[in-house]
């Protein structure tokens, strides 16, 4: 396991490994950003959980190894390989280092139930602009899947969805051309693809009065608080219930001084458990006991998905 160390305005990714003499050394990797340490951190452990205890090239590295080695040799496999098969590799080469386990688990839905049925046996160099817009259109008469244990809607996909698959297949293809599983001087087939048209509906918000009504008839006394902190701070339900003791400054100074405060560093979120084991666990603070036998997910305390999500109010 990695770990991630601050030191002064950068961070230090500290793993050991195994040099030629079977001796255990410690390695520390210093980078810019937060963000860019827990990247290089969840990396650094898929990669040694693939090829045991060595010392771990950067991503870029790797990248040029493979532009080298597709510039010496470029088979017939790589140019049959169907969106499918790149999809497969994309997964699980750039998502372990890319995204959170929340992240990886949508992506990973929304591959395997709206893109492996409609175009995963297409080759991938045959995946045009054309193609693709057709595709988005088709997307539309096709029924929603339901998330977890939820009842079928009935409804078909919406364009705001068809917008999330646009964005993994932009990404996945901006990664194929850089992998040189398509010609390097092409353009992105996704980038110029036409989306169904997005009705935006302003998105309905109480007013002073109705939450004033709403308060005094809840009667649960958490449900009752959480409300408050929802309107009072705009926490998200996840972080509300992700908040604990230690997050809050509630004292009598603070309150005379106007200063009473919470700091939002976790957050409350279901997570299914084959994304949680290929992340290693990544950003998970805590998982929670199951309460039923042969469940596929697990409520987890993780940190925030972005850097701008840790705030304090």
Request: glycine content about 2%.
């Amino acid at each position: 396991m990695a770990s991630i160390i601050s030191r002064k305005t950068k961070y230090a990714v500290v793993y050991w490994y195994l040099n030629e003499s079977n001796i255990r050394k410690q390695k520390w990797d210093t980078l810019e950003t937060k963000k860019e340490a827990q990247a290089r951190k969840a990396f650094i452990e898929y990669y040694q959980k693939k090829n045991g205890y060595c010392l771990v090239p950067h991503e870029q590295e790797i990248i040029g190894v493979q532009k080298q080695a597709a510039e010496q040799n470029t088979t017939k496999e790589d140019e049959d390989i169907t969106v499918r098969e790149f999809l497969e590799v994309f997964v699980n080469l750039y998502g372990p280092s890319k995204w959170s386990v929340s992240t990886f688990s949508t992506k990973l839905s929304q591959i395997e139930n709206y893109i492996y049925p409609l175009i995963g046996d297409l080759k991938l160099k045959d995946l045009t602009t054309k193609k693709l817009t057709q595709y988005y259109h088709d997307l539309l008469s096709v029924p929603e899947v339901p998330r977890g244990n939820r009842k079928a809607s009935g409804r078909m996909v919406q364009p705001a969805l068809v917008k999330k698959i646009h964005n993994t297949l932009r990404c996945a293809l901006n990664q194929a051309i850089r992998w040189e599983y398509l010609d390097t001087k092409m353009r992105n087939p996704a980038s110029l693809a036409t989306l169904p048209k997005r009705q935006k509906n302003k998105r309905k918000v109480w007013s002073i009065e109705t939450f004033t009504e709403a308060i005094q008839v809840a009667e649960d006394e958490l449900l009752l608080l959480a409300m408050q902190l929802a309107f009072s701070t705009s926490l998200r339900v996840g972080e509300i219930t992700g908040l604990t003791w230690d997050n809050l400054v509630i004292d009598d100074e603070s309150i005379k001084n106007n200063m009473a405060r919470l700091s939002v560093k976790k957050e409350l979120s279901r997570v299914y458990l084959s994304a949680m084991q290929k992340l290693q666990e990544k950003d998970i603070i805590r998982v929670f006991p199951v309460q039923k036998p042969h469940c596929k997910t697990r409520l987890v305390l993780k940190t925030p998905k972005t850097e701008s999500s840790v705030r304090t109010v």
